[in-house]
């Protein structure tokens, strides 16, 4: 019902709730108490119902229960497990009890938020990607749940070091290192506090190391920041400081990834399953 890849990991939940992961485990990131590699899918002890939203960083986990709680596992060298500590753990921790409605994970940090909207950060901030007025590097990271935005949130996503967020009128805000542009803000320039990108119409975000993507209420799909690739989808490799649009794509699922980007949708350009000329438009890069 729902998956979530880190950077060697995978998690997923089936029917009912049950929460499965594989891959890397060198800092216990599955979960399952051991710091051994699983090579075949494997559930969490303790969690086989209940679970409704997962998302991975790069060698740590976060899960949402039915109840509102929220669990973190994992490497917590920067404090993304916002468990107080720079311990790593190899069992789900649950670190809030109740209220919690989404969750999402960039490479060292957290984001999650609460009922209401509210939402909040933890975990490395060297590059000014928990938006709090403060660039902390370690030891200084944020190693507790720190709240940014009182109410209104309704989406969030983590890139490498950098953040996106949704407000309730469709508000597009960013924060973090801009050194591709992948804020969007017409810079390269990092920003510690959320800056306003686009003011209203925007319904879902990605963000992956270096780009972003953000899909706008008529489907529009748009893109920003570093595309040697071709990860922004526009039919140029040309770096973007503020927001592109894909041509001739409706989308209504994004997914943005290390170098390369995915949508689900409908593309003018192209027929599924067809030899595609110029792969890129389809934000099908290397």
Same mark, same amino acid.
């Given at each position: ?133 403060q660039i902390l590097d370690y030891p200084y990271d ?7 935005? &009182? $109410? ?18 469709? $508000? *597009? ?17 990092? +920003? ?30 748009w893109a920003m920041g570093d595309n040697y690739y ?20 409706? &989308?209504?699922?994004?997914? &943005? ?18 030899? *595609?000329?110029? +792969?890129?438009?389809?934000? *099908? $890069?290397?």
């Amino acid at each position: 019902t729902a998956v979530a890849t880190g950077d060697y990991h995978t998690l997923f939940i089936t029917t009912g709730g049950c929460l499965w992961t594989m891959g890397d485990n060198y800092d216990g990131q599955l979960g399952d108490g051991t710091n051994i590699d699983r090579h075949s899918p494997t559930p969490v002890p303790g969690h086989s119902t209940g679970v409704t939203q997962v998302a991975a960083g790069d060698y740590f986990s976060l899960f949402i229960k039915s109840d509102g709680s929220l669990w973190v596992v994992g490497d917590n060298y920067d404090g993304q497990l916002g468990d107080g500590t720079t311990n790593d753990r190899n069992v789900p921790y649950k670190l809030i009890n109740s209220g919690v409605t989404a969750v999402a994970a960039g490479d060292n940090h957290s984001m999650y938020l609460t009922t209401g909207g509210a939402l909040w950060v933890m975990g490395d901030n060297s590059d000014g990607q928990l938006g709090d007025g403060q660039i902390l590097d370690y030891p200084y990271d944020r190693l507790t749940p720190y709240q940014i935005v &009182a $109410s209104g949130v309704i989406a969030i996503d983590g890139g490498d070091t950098h953040s996106l967020f949704v407000k309730s009128g469709e $508000s *597009l805000w960013a924060m973090g290192n801009n050194d591709y542009g992948q804020l969007g803000d017409g810079t390269d320039d990092d +920003r510690n506090t959320p800056v306003m990108i686009v003011s209203s119409g925007v319904t879902a975000v990605s963000a992956a190391e270096h780009h972003s993507l953000f899909r706008k209420s008529d489907g529009t799909l748009w893109a920003m920041g570093d595309n040697y690739y071709g990860q922004l989808g526009d039919g140029t490799t040309d770096e973007r400081l503020s927001p592109v649009q894909v041509p001739n794509v409706k &989308a209504s699922q994004i997914s &943005a990834g290390y170098e390369h980007s995915l949508f689900v949708g409908t593309a003018s350009n192209a027929q599924p399953g067809a030899a *595609l000329p110029a +792969r890129n438009l389809l934000l *099908l $890069s290397d």
